[in-house]
């Protein structure tokens, strides 16, 4: 099946850094790639969508200069937390749909990045 | 908005026994997927079933098995046959024709009990 992986799997900062979440489909090309973000015992809430050669878009209360998006290539997202605080603390999660047999609605998803920010 | 609701936070199986999952969920399309995820403590998402909305017929995928009610609007998941790990968070989710755009329930909690 489609793999998407990330990098890294989890990272802790102190408050006022950067941080920068890789996500890359490992066996297919995607043009869009998605990054949600979970709260402990909650659901994926989505934060972006990542477009291959276009800007992100960003759903409505998540802050475009705080969670920086680059899709540099078919096969790789990242996500830039900039000025990391205590509350970004969590689990991010990015996913992808691989098209083809499995149809563009499908998504697969990386295993996720938890970050923790001091 | 689509909007997904999984009303039963906790559900609990007895091993080999069977459990049913409920979903519910609100849209005005014709068109559109529902999907049931899996998530273990790892917290890896793995995709369990899908269903597109244009087929009557009911996905299964061995165990798991779906009961698709469209005028309803309803999407539950039965587990047969449980096995310890199918111990996880359960997600619902909703997403449009050609619109990857996502939609995820609360989750339910499933606990497997030997």
């Known amino acids: 099946g489609a793999v998407v992986s990330q990098h890294p799997s989890w990272v802790i900062c102190k408050s006022g850094t950067s941080v920068k979440i890789e996500c890359r489909s490992l066996?297919?090309?995607?043009?869009?790639m998605f990054w949600y973000r979970q709260f402990p015992k909650q659901s994926l809430m989505l934060m972006a969508t990542s477009n291959e050669g276009s800007k992100a878009t960003y759903e409505q209360g998540v802050e475009k200069d705080k969670f920086l998006i680059n899709h540099a290539s078919l096969t790789l997202s990242t996500l830039t937390v900039t000025s990391a605080h205590p509350e970004d603390s969590s689990f991010y999660i990015c996913?992808?749909?691989?098209?083809?047999?499995?149809?563009?609605?499908?998504?697969?998803f990386g295993p996720g990045t938890r970050l923790l920010v001091l | 908005a689509q909007t997904v609701t999984q009303s039963q936070p906790e559900m609990s199986v007895q091993e080999a026994e069977t459990v049913t999952l409920s979903c519910t969920y609100d849209?005005?399309?014709?068109?559109?997927?529902l999907f049931w995820y899996k998530q273990p403590p790892s917290r890896q998402m793995i995709l369990v079933i899908r269903q597109e909305a244009y087929k009557q017929q009911n996905a299964t995928e061995n165990r798991f098995s779906v009961n698709f009610q469209k005028a309803a609007k309803s999407f539950s998941l039965k587990i047969s046959d449980s096995q310890l790990g199918d111990a996880a968070m359960y997600f619902c989710a909703y997403t449009g024709l050609g619109n990857n755009d996502m939609r995820f329930g609360a989750g339910t909690r499933l606990t497997v009990k030997p």
């Open positions: 066996d297919f090309q995607a043009t869009t």
């Open positions: 849209t005005s399309e014709s068109d559109y997927y």
């Open positions: 996913s992808a749909p691989p098209g083809g047999i499995a149809g563009v609605e499908t998504q697969y």
